[in-house]
Each structure stands twice: as structure tokens, then as C-alpha cells.
């Protein structure tokens, strides 16, 4: 039988890779399982749209404007509380339909389905809301803390993305209509999980506050996210998924917390991982360089100009010099690196990759990645670095592309073994017994006795604050 799968239209290739001395989860119900084992079961074959057959056709097709499952969400902006990155970003967190929804209308900015309060209470404001979302009332916001101990997920979009990409909502779905057993309280989403989504600065309609946007290793707004949570839920088992660019953020900053680190496991999504590796790729061939980089860098382009009068009040930063970038790195070139010191694109990229993170990372891991990614390379994938933590594993399809894996009917396969793993690691595994019996993994030093003052240290970046530990 599986032969006969084997030549089905559109079916890819699932390849596993991961430690050869595995994670052993111990279970609410008792028997421990080896963490790659659960990863294999939780993933169901991948069967993709046949017209598709290629990763440049799977990514194009995201250009093709799906609705997708409709997610409402309510906003909260939020001040930077570390005074190195100091500014606002907003919050968007997953609510249940408003009971006024005239589902027949088109969803759009102000539209029926985003009724609500349509003003910042916090007085930053916006430049345009996205469909379903307003803002919470000072009061709803601060009756949101409580006992409760239904699961949470924190998102990390991609790059100039944000709460309302369609790839996102295909997770957040399945995750808040499942039925909650009986005698629970709703919550927000009146789902089984609570879910919300860290919009990068500047990003999904939020206005900056300061000069600076984001960057690829900007882990300090998550941080203050997840510790809120920590603080507002005590109860609630935290997990975080990351998409793209959100996936490198998001491994970085597990990666940065280590043993420490408040989340109880995580899924990557399509990371890029070396970034530098995955900009040359781009930079390789015309479609590389005249469709994705130039499509990419037009995003980032018109983030700058929604944002061009906090922008230039960086006085390194050439408006003109801006206006003549066409591609990603050349943007980076002339916005990241005015913003945040690096000499060169490739110095940024090299230091905010999440490649050597991976060796950091003390908490279950899931990534997923597609062979034929066009953007996020396989070339890039950290394969070597991930069979050294048995706390990682990532599951490479043969086809899919970037953040596509479009089934036929329109379905997206990723949110398949996402939400499957999501719902193994919060029914199933016993994560209090798992931290206190977690064991870092064993250095690899040299071999034969030989004895050197060197020492390897995945988390040291070359750009760091003086006297911090990033």
C-alpha cells in the first residue's frame, strides 16, 4: 500500500532528522516516549496539489489571494520595557466571532466583522487595522489575568507580515474550534487553546515609536510577551510557533533562554536559518533575484514608507540611497545596517542566523521545512547541528515550497502536523517531570585527550550590549 501512495499525485517525501540519542518525554498517562517517535506519528503523509509540483509554483500560489479560516482578534499595544530597544509594539490575541457577525460581508478594515473599540486606548494608534481586529477597552484587558489552565500559543509571523497571513490562520483554526470539555471556561477564543500573535514592530498596521523596525534576531519583544503571559496566565502551559523570519526570531530567543526558558515546546516553520547562505542562494539566479528578492525588498520598501517620517529621524539612514534599493539585501544594507551597527548586510546576517542556536535549544522542537523551498534553502538547514540536540528534530518534505504546502481543495499541509503536534505536546506530555529530569546534552570536545583553552559557545554574538549576556 504505501508503494502505491509512493505515486500518487503530488505525495512528497517525509525525512526525519534528529539525534541518534533522542528527547524521552514521560507522558500524563505514564509510559515515555522517545521524542523523534512522537514527531513520526503525529505527522501524516504529505499530499500535495499535483498542479503545484514544484517549490517556485507552491510559493506563487501564495500570491494568489485566498480568504482563508476567518480569526478575529482583539489588540493591545504594549511599551518596550527593556531600555536598549525602547518603542511600542502591538498584540493581536485570538477571540471568539462577535456575536453581531454578519458572516455573508466581506471581512475588511472596519467591516462587520470587526466590530468593536476602533481607537487605541494606550494613545499609539495605528495606520490601518487588519480585518477582524479592534482594540481591547482598558477594562477587558485588565480583567484578562486568571487561574486557568488551557494551553497558549504565541505566534511569530514572517518577514513585514503580521496576525492577518493566511498561513498563520490555517494553524490557529483547528486549534480554537476544537470542543472544550465540559464544565471549561471559554476564555477568549472559546476554544480548546488561547492563541495570539506578536506583530513585529512597525508591522499588520501598528505604528513605530522610534526609529528603528525590527530585525532578524530581535528576540527582546517576544521576551517580554512570553514573561507577561507567564505573569497574567501562571497555569497555562506556553507554547510558540514562528513562521520565516519569525522562526529565526523565535529559535534564537529559545535558544537564548536555554534551560531558563518559559515556553514548554515550540514548532519552526519554514526557517531560513543561515541567512547568508539563504541571500546568496536568492542572489544566484534570476528568478532568486528579479521575483523573490525584489519581491521581498518591495515589502520592506513600503513598510519604509508608512514609516518614513519615525525612519529618518536616524540620520545615518539615505532616503535616496533607500529609494534605489530593488533588492532584500540591498535594504537591509541601507535600513538594518544604519539601524544597528552591522558594517555590512553579510555581517548582520551571519550574526542574527539561528543555525548555531539550534545547539542552545533545551526544550522539545519541531521544525518543518520543505526541500524545495525557494527562499528558506535547504542548503541552509542546520542538519549536522540538529542531530547533535536531542531536543530537535525536523521533518523535510520533498515539495512545498516557502510557507505554502497547498493541498488540492486549498487545503495547507503544514497546519496538519503543526496542530497534531501542538495537541500531543499539551494533552500529552508531562512537562513539569520532563524539567526536572532534563539533562543538557554532552559537550563535544576533542578527541583522544588532547586538551585545548578554546570553548564553543553557540549564544555569543559579535554584536552584543556591553556587560549583557546577548
Known amino acids: 500500500m504505501s508503494s502505491l501512495l509512493t505515486y500518487y499525485p503530488g505525495a512528497c517525501t517525509t525525512k526525519f532528522t534528529h539525534s541518534l540519542d ?25 499530499n500535495l496539489n499535483p498542479f503545484l509540483f514544484n517549490g517556485h509554483l507552491q510559493t506563487a500560489w501564495t500570491a494568489v489571494k485566498f480568504d482563508g479560516p476567518p480569526v478575529h482578534y482583539k489588540r493591545r499595544t504594549f511599551s518596550a520595557e527593556d531600555p536598549n ?75 513585514s507580515g503580521g496576525s492577518y497571513e493566511v498561513y498563520l490562520r490555517h494553524v490557529l483554526a483547528p486549534l480554537i474550534s476544537q470542543t472544550l470539555p465540559e464544565g471549561s471556561i471559554p476564555g477568549l477564543s472559546g476554544g480548546e487553546w488561547e ?33 507577561w503571559c507567564r505573569k497574567t496566565w501562571p497555569k497555562r502551559a506556553l507554547f510558540g510557533v514562528g513562521y520565516s523570519l519569525g522562526a529565526n526570531i523565535l529559535t534564537n530567543y529559545i535558544a537564548e533562554e536555554g534551560s531558563s526558558c518559559l515556553l514548554s515546546a515550540a514548532l519552526i516553520v519554514s526557517n531560513p536559518w543561515k541567512l547568508e547562505v539563504s541571500s546568496i542562494s536568492l542572489q544566484r539566479t534570476w528568478v532568486g533575484r528579479e521575483i523573490y528578492s525584489k519581491t521581498m525588498g518591495r ?12 525612519i529618518l529621524q536616524n540620520t545615518s539612514i539615505s532616503e535616496s540611497r533607500i529609494q534605489k534599493a530593488k533588492f532584500l539585501h540591498e535594504f537591509d544594507r541601507e535600513v538594518q545596517c544604519a539601524t544597528w551597527g552591522y558594517p555590512t548586510e553579510g555581517a548582520y546576517y551571519r550574526d542574527a542566523s539561528s543555525a548555531d542556536s539550534v545547539l542552545a535549544i533545551r526544550i522539545p522542537v519541531l521544525a518543518l521545512h520543505a526541500e524545495d523551498d525557494p527562499i528558506a534553502c535547504d542548503e541552509a538547514v542546520p542538519y549536522e547541528e540538529i542531530r547533535q540536540n536531542p531536543y530537535t528534530v525536523i521533518c523535510a518534505t520533498g515539495g512545498g515550497g516557502h510557507l505554502s504546502w497547498f493541498e488540492f481543495g ?27 529530569e532534563a539533562v543538557a546534552p554532552e559537550a563535544k570536545g576533542p578527541r583522544g585527550g588532547h586538551k585545548t583553552p578554546f570553548v564553543f559557545e553557540p549564544m555569543r554574538r559579535k554584536m552584543h550590549v556591553p556587560g549583557s549576556d546577548q
Open 85 to 159: 530597544f525602547k518603542g511600542h509594539f502591538t498584540v493581536d490575541l485570538v477571540v471568539a466571532p462577535p456575536a453581531s457577525l454578519q458572516a455573508r460581508k466581506q471581512a475588511e478594515d472596519g467591516g462587520p466583522e470587526a466590530s468593536g473599540l476602533r481607537e487605541d486606548p494606550v494613545g499609539v494608534g495605528h495606520t490601518k487595522l487588519p480585518p477582524r481586529t479592534t482594540y481591547f477597552t482598558d477594562n477587558e484587558f485588565e480583567a484578562l489575568p486568571s487561574e486557568d489552565t488551557k494551553p497558549l500559543l504565541i505566534t511569530l509571523h514572517g518577514l
Open 410 to 436: 486549498g487545503g495547507r499541509w503544514h497546519a496538519k502536523p503543526a496542530v497534531a503536534f501542538l495537541n500531543a505536546m499539551a494533552r500529552e506530555v508531562d512537562f513539569e517531570k520532563l524539567r526536572s
Open 22 to 46: 533522542p528527547l524521552v518525554l514521560t507522558t500524563k498517562s505514564g509510559p515515555a516516549r522517545a521524542f523523534p517517535e512522537l514527531c513520526k506519528d503525529i505527522t501524516p503523509p504529505c
Open 195 to 227: 492563541c495570539l500573535v506578536v506583530n513585529s514592530r512597525g508591522c499588520a498596521g501598528s505604528k513605530i515609536t522610534t526609529s528603528a523596525l525590527y530585525n532578524a534576531r530581535a528576540t527582546w519583544d517576544v521576551r517580554q510577551v512570553v514573561k
Open 299 to 310: 515589502s520592506m520598501l513600503a513598510l519604509f514608507s508608512t514609516h518614513r517620517a519615525q
